[in-house]
């Protein structure tokens, strides 16, 4: 896993801005992807395939709207005593012109989690990008969730990503 998350959100970002293919890869069944012994969680809906050759776990691509939802998780001693704000700001390390519409503390599985909504610029796209992400962490483990839409479209699909963050277990 090691450094592939500092410029994850601005890769997947990139590429539903600039409309990626989406075809089979991680194994869904009956609807629920599972990393075994981390978490598993429910796909929102048959329009949403997924991507190969992603860096996360899990992406989820939307056929009509060029929405993505993101799934991982990254484990390691350093990595879970580091701070939740912390954790969340390397999320967004490649977006310019960030605007944070919404963020605060929740929980996610069962744990501390925070959640922030942004509106950014992801390099190489001229289309402003809306994204919503959570950053969860336990004693051993960080685990984010993340839907990118462009801006304008953000909320068709927003309720599919609420169905997915709630169907979220760690195991």
């Known amino acids: ?7 994850r959100i601005g ?44 860096r ?6 939307h056929r009509g709207t060029r929405a993505g939802i993101l799934a991982n998780v990254e484990c390691g001693e350093e990595l879970a005593r580091r701070d939740l704000d912390v954790l969340a700001r390397r999320l967004f390390v490649g977006l310019r012109g960030r ?11 069962g744990v501390p989690a925070l959640r922030a909504v942004m509106e950014a610029h992801v390099t190489g796209a001229d289309d402003r ?3 919503e992400a959570y950053v969860a962490k336990d004693g051993r483990c960080v685990y984010d969730l993340v839907y990118v839409a462009p801006a304008a479209r953000f909320a ?5 990503f609420q169905r997915f963050v709630e169907s979220f277990v760690r195991e």
């Open 56 to 61: 996360a776990e899990l992406e989820l691509r």
């Open 1 to 7: 896993m090691g450094g592939r998350w500092r410029r």
């Open 156 to 160: 068709e699909r927003r309720g599919d």
């Open 99 to 109: 605007e944070v519409l919404e963020n605060g503390a929740t929980t996610l599985g």
């Open 11 to 54: 890769v997947v970002a990139t590429a539903l801005a600039l409309g990626g293919c989406a075809s089979a890869g991680p194994r869904v069944e009956n609807g629920v992807f599972r990393v075994p012994a981390l978490f598993r969680v429910t796909v929102p809906g048959p329009d949403w395939d997924v991507a190969t050759a992603s």
């Open 129 to 131: 990008v809306r994204m």
